[in-house]
């Protein structure tokens, strides 16, 4: 079993910043891909961006400039760092793994990520 714990969210006004942290315990062999998804009020969950054990990463289109994901190996970090946040990011933000043909999809509990205008 592998738990993921999120903290960092919160409120802060339009233009403003909030980093995300998403720590991976337990049962960790090797974790390639990490990455957030978010939940807005009364919509489905989207993938915002996603990181490989090497580095490589995507973003969703509408955070592309703004957000940046980035990890720590040694830590079984993962990290979000959002600026210029605007209020259609409101949402709760999880960590995820991806299920893989050794294991099944993890989730950590969300993290709430409130933007005022």
């Known amino acids: 079993q592998v738990q993921l714990v999120e903290s960092g969210g919160g409120l802060v006004q339009a233009g403003g910043s909030l980093r995300l942290s998403c720590a991976a315990s337990?049962?960790?062999?090797?974790?390639?891909?990490m990455a957030w998804y978010r939940q807005p009020p009364g919509k489905q969950r989207e993938l915002v961006a996603h990181?490989?054990?090497?580095?490589?990463?995507n973003y969703a289109d509408s955070v592309k400039g703004r957000f940046t994901i980035s990890r720590d190996n040694a830590k079984n970090t993962v990290y979000l760092q959002m600026n210029s946040l605007k209020p259609e990011d409101t949402a709760v933000y999880y960590c995820?793994?991806?299920?893989?043909?050794?294991?099944?999809?993890?989730w950590g509990q969300g993290t709430q990520v409130t933007v005022s205008s």
């Open positions: 337990g049962s960790i062999f090797s974790i390639n891909i």
């Open positions: 990181i490989s054990s090497g580095g490589t990463t």
């Open positions: 995820n793994i991806p299920p893989t043909t050794r294991s099944r999809a993890y």
